[in-house]
């Protein structure tokens, strides 16, 4: 898409909001992020180029979001075309190989030295709890991380999983513990990217079967490095 194909969608929606400049350009963030500059009744945006391939309604939907957000400063909100189009199939085929170039510290590889993820996933599927995962990208991180045991990207469904647990010291429950976490958010989709850890989400937590000894041991682990 051209430089010209995202600033009419933003510049007609603009316009309806009392602006009569608006530039808008794609910028290669690593996480799905817009970013804006306003000066009385212009605006400029660097826009995340996950959008790259949308149609011209969705950067108009996107667009007036934005405006709403700016004009109301409300926290990210987006309508439900927007929601929808971001699960929908396309745009993780698209984005999510983009995603994971730009992503360090990533072995993108779910076979370690000692554990193999796809097989720790497999578990808690028996387990019945994680219903699916298979459209998850699952990694090692490349270099431990005592501080940061997993992490994810729930619009890229992107999981990671720090390399320091796969360990022939550390019990293979605790690496199972935190990629149940991760999944969780998975689960919870982008709801989870508002929510992030409430209650709801502790008690779905605390069904790991193990939960108390796994929470003990990235305790330990953390505290080794002092």
Known sequence: MSQSDINQPFLTVGQR?????????????KEFKTTWQRCGSSAEFKVTDYLANASPEVLEEF??????????QRSEVYSEPILNWL??????????????RRS???????RGVHYDLREIL???????????????????TDKPNRFRMGY???LMK??????????????KYVAEYVLYHEMLHLEKGLDSMRSQHNAEFRRMERKYPRFREAEDWLKRIASESR
């Open 17 to 29: 909001f009392g602006y009569s400049q608006v530039d808008a350009e794609f910028h290669p963030y």
């Open 122 to 140: 497999e578990s808690l599927r028996n387990q019945g709890l994680v219903k699916d995962g298979n459209a998850a990208f699952i990694s090692w």
């Open 158 to 171: 992107v999981v990671a999983i720090s390399s320091i647990l796969d360990s022939s010291e550390i019990p």
């Open 104 to 110: 360090r510290n990533l072995l993108c590889s779910p």
């Open 87 to 100: 699960q929908s199939p396309n745009f993780i085929e698209r984005n999510q190989p983009i995603y994971l």
């Open 152 to 154: 994810c990207s729930v």
């Open 63 to 72: 667009a007036k979001c934005l405006f709403i957000r700016i004009q109301q």
